[in-house]
């Protein structure tokens, strides 16, 4: 059958179409295409030619590139099987480095101090919802059937040549996230795929709720999968999809799709404060894990997510100073611009990092104005030490500790101004 003519105003080139296939292919000329072809790619493509291997640039690196981006990383797919590969790389003295990915077709091989990753075109021949065992492939289109989104399943050959099997290309046209096939089969074959979904639509659709019914009934009816799928594998999406756009919205649909029980969210999540949270931070880059504290009613909410997902200690200890003190540490009634409470909170704070927390908790409380003050301001070091009570005869621990602390108060109370002989000599007057 014809394909249909899909046209980037960034492409330029011929548009050719193949007579008796589902695609259309066209011919990207634009500097970041070009960008790419360094000394590195450019000695691996001409070693897979020289060995009649077609090689081409796979998955997302596809799909930056036809959004007018230059992709941070590139994967390669071949027709060569992973063995192929490693005698022609021997062959030409160059060096693969690791290779735990060979059993699931890929070699990564350093050149010209490049690493490429090259994996072989596969099929999946049986999943069971995490892994899949694989079979070798040279057909291009069985490879890009079993990838999760059309707009993931695209190739790019090395001339800038477009291949395009489940139309990808319309569908990041028009801002749409479908499923290759059966999104009830791709979601089986690894129910990570969900969280996928939901990552990707923050990144590519243009407005909230344009979801395909059936997709949504899918994700439903596979929620129990993730339920065996690693803690830190959940983890790595779900902080993308707070990252991206429709973040507040993505994770109220999780709720009503009945995820949240199996990611280690709390069953009673208060969706509604991550909302207000997300809507008025969403301009400051709030971290996912400020974002996600909306959730929490209390820090053993916290506890469990760690125990599912395996968040880092950086982030557990952000969710716990959220929890803790978005109520409590507020701005001054008598002085709403002052940063006067927060930054004394830091001067005082044992916490680590707690200037960056507490950029966290006024983006948390929409306190932009305080927020913008706050990244400005530098820690000032409190001028008076023990060493320079002693100095003036004071010798018991016990009394300096008391005059510090009390000369600390007066420091503060001067918004950090008082140099350390106006202090010093607060003490003599004394």
């Not at 007579?19 to 066209?26: A, D, G, I, L, Y």
């Not at 892994?131 to 001339?159: C, P, Y």
């Not at 969210?265 to 400051?284: F, H, I, M, Y």
């Amino acid at each position: 059958m014809w394909g249909r003519i899909f046209v980037n105003p960034r492409v330029t080139g011929r548009i050719n179409l193949l007579w008796n296939c589902s695609f259309v292919t066209m011919q990207l000329k634009t500097k970041e295409f070009q960008s790419l072809f360094t000394d590195g790619l450019n000695s691996i493509a001409e070693l897979f030619e020289k060995n009649h291997f077609e090689l081409r640039i796979a998955g997302g690196a596809v799909r930056d590139l036809l959004s007018g981006k230059r992709p941070d990383d590139v994967d390669f797919a071949t027709t060569a099987t992973p063995d192929e590969m490693k005698r022609m790389f021997q062959a030409a003295g160059v060096r693969m480095i690791n290779n735990k990915g060979e059993k699931h077709g890929t070699i990564t091989a350093r050149i010209h101090n490049e690493n490429f990753e090259v994996t072989t075109l596969r099929v999946d021949v049986q999943t069971d919802g995490r892994h899949a065992e694989v079979e070798f492939t040279t057909d291009w289109k069985q490879d890009a059937e079993r990838r999760d989104l059309t707009i993931n399943s695209m190739f790019f050959g090395l001339d800038g040549t477009l291949y395009d099997y489940f139309n990808g290309y319309e569908d990041l046209k028009n801002c749409k996230v479908r499923f290759v096939g059966s999104a009830e089969q791709r979601i089986q074959e690894d129910y990570l795929r969900i969280l996928r979904y939901f990552r990707f639509y923050g990144r590519v659709a243009a407005e909230a709720g344009e979801h395909d019914a059936e997709t949504l009934q899918a994700i439903r009816e596979n929620a129990q999968g993730l339920a065996a799928i690693s803690g830190e594998r959940i983890w790595v999406e779900l902080k993308k999809t707070l990252a991206g756009n429709h973040a507040a919205h993505l994770v109220e649909i999780m709720y009503k799709l009945g995820l949240a029980q199996y990611m280690g969210l709390p069953v009673e999540g208060n969706v509604a404060e991550l909302t207000r949270v997300w809507q008025q931070s969403r301009g400051w880059s709030p971290k996912p894990m400020t974002l996600l504290s909306a959730l929490f009613r209390c820090s053993a909410e916290v506890d469990k997510l760690d125990l599912r997902l395996k968040i880092s200690r950086e982030e557990k200890n952000l969710g716990l100073f959220l929890v803790k003190h978005r109520r409590e540490l507020v701005k001054s009634a008598d002085e709403p611009d002052s940063l006067k409470p927060f930054t004394d909170f830091i001067i005082d704070s044992r916490e680590p990092d707690a200037q960056s927390k507490m950029c966290e908790l006024l983006k948390y409380q929409g306190e932009v104005r305080l927020l913008a003050q706050l990244q400005r301001w530098a820690i000032p070091r409190f001028p008076v030490s023990g060493h320079d009570l002693r100095k003036m005869g004071i010798s018991s621990g016990k009394e300096i500790g008391v005059i510090l602390q009390n000369l600390r108060d007066v420091w503060k109370k001067s918004h950090y101004q008082m140099g350390k002989d106006e202090l010093l000599n607060s003490v003599t007057r004394s």
